[in-house]
């Protein structure tokens, strides 16, 4: 049985990693850019 969880875990892995780059990690990075003046002078 935990040997099938752990085979789960190493499939799911990659999309979870997918998700976080190419969905929540541009979220953050709109996020934090809306904060930031657009002229420096």
Same mark, same amino acid.
């Given at each position: 049985?935990?040997?099938q969880f752990n085979k789960a &875990?190493?499939? /799911?892995t990659p999309a979870i990693i997918g998700t976080l780059l190419f969905?929540? &990690?541009p979220? /953050?990075?709109?996020?934090?850019l809306s904060f930031k003046s657009g002229?420096?002078?």
């Open positions: 049985m935990k040997k &875990y190493l499939y /799911i969905i929540v &990690y979220i /953050i990075k709109t996020i934090s002229s420096s002078s």
